[in-house]
């Protein structure tokens, strides 16, 4: 840290695993950050001896960094709040406090990537950056061309009043599931989608996002992104950051 700079209050708090910047924005308007037992305003900096608290809890700086790819299964939810006692951070149990990039919906599956670098999730939650995520997704009727196309030109959403974005679909061998690829996060924007074209959604599966693939990684289980994997992520997020 630069003793005579110091560091923004919202990127020290990303940097340290604890959320996005944005979400540390959230908890600094809502007076849950001090800095030395002074509550923190948007802008406040941080200085190496400082000591940042977050809902009373002292902020430590994350020295080494975690990656995880997480295949969540159905019935665990994206927070990691404690009252929860189907939140995804204690039931992964990990040493080290991550926070996971991007939501998966309770009723949801499949790839969730987890990690304690702040930067990574800051750059991999701006929408504008355009980031692919793929699914695959069976609904309760066939599927047909003419949903498909209407899926791949944009939704509009009346109860987010939105127009979703254009996006790539795919049928499948089964005539009730389907592939598609979103370039953002909309709260359960595929069910909204197909829920506004008269079809229902019986099951949701995360199987990419951007390179990463969620494979044959079985329910519940997590594993370390490779140094392969890592490099081609980080050298992605650099290229489309604005």
């Given at each position: 840290?630069?003793?005579?700079?110091?560091?923004?209050?919202?990127?020290?708090?990303?940097?340290?695993?604890?959320?996005?910047?944005?979400?540390?924005?959230e908890l600094v308007e809502n007076g849950k950050v001090a800095i030395?037992?002074?509550?923190?305003?948007?802008?406040?900096?941080?200085?190496a001896g400082d000591v940042v608290t977050v809902n009373g809890e002292?902020?430590?700086?994350?020295?080494?960094?975690?990656?995880?790819?997480?295949?969540?299964?159905?019935?665990?939810?994206?927070?990691?709040?404690?009252?929860?006692?189907?939140?995804?951070?204690?039931?992964?149990?990990?040493?080290?406090?991550?926070?996971?990039?991007?939501?998966?919906?309770?009723?949801?599956?499949?790839?969730?990537?987890?990690?304690?670098?702040?930067?990574?999730?800051?750059?991999?939650?701006?929408?504008?950056?355009?980031?692919?995520?793929?699914?695959?997704?069976?609904?309760?009727?066939?599927?047909?061309?003419?949903?498909?196309?209407?899926?791949?030109?944009?939704?509009?959403?009346?109860?987010?009043?939105?127009?979703?974005?254009?996006?790539?679909?795919?049928?499948?061998?089964?005539?009730?599931?389907?592939?598609?690829?979103?370039?953002?996060?909309?709260?359960?924007?595929?069910?909204?989608?197909?829920?506004?074209?008269?079809?229902?959604?019986?099951?949701?599966?995360?199987?990419?996002?951007?390179?990463?693939?969620?494979?044959?990684?079985?329910?519940?289980?997590?594993?370390?992104?490779?140094?392969?994997?890592?490099?081609?992520?980080?050298?992605?997020?650099?290229?489309?950051?604005?």
């Amino acid at each position: 840290m630069d003793k005579q700079d110091g560091i923004r209050i919202n990127k020290y708090i990303a940097d340290a695993g604890i959320c996005s910047r944005r979400k540390a924005d959230e908890l600094v308007e809502n007076g849950k950050v001090a800095i030395n037992g002074s509550v923190a305003a948007n802008g406040s900096r941080v200085f190496a001896g400082d000591v940042v608290t977050v809902n009373g809890e002292p902020v430590k700086s994350a020295d080494k960094k975690v990656y995880l790819a997480l295949n969540k299964p159905k019935g665990i939810t994206c927070t990691a709040d404690s009252d929860d006692p189907r939140n995804v951070i204690d039931f992964i149990s990990y040493p080290v406090r991550l926070t996971y990039c991007g939501r998966l919906d309770k009723d949801s599956e499949g790839l969730l990537i987890l990690t304690n670098d702040g930067e990574i999730i800051n750059r991999m939650m701006k929408a504008a950056n355009y980031h692919e995520k793929e699914y695959i997704v069976t609904v309760d009727r066939k599927v047909t061309p003419g949903f498909l196309r209407q899926l791949s030109e944009g939704v509009y959403l009346e109860e987010l009043d939105e127009t979703t974005r254009p996006c790539v679909t795919e049928a499948t061998k089964d005539p009730f599931t389907f592939k598609i690829i979103l370039t953002q996060g909309l709260n359960r924007q595929i069910r909204r989608m197909c829920e506004a074209l008269g079809f229902h959604v019986r099951s949701l599966k995360r199987v990419r996002i951007m390179n990463i693939m969620l494979g044959d990684l079985r329910e519940g289980r997590y594993r370390p992104l490779n140094d392969k994997e890592l490099m081609a992520l980080k050298k992605a997020l650099k290229m489309t950051l604005k």
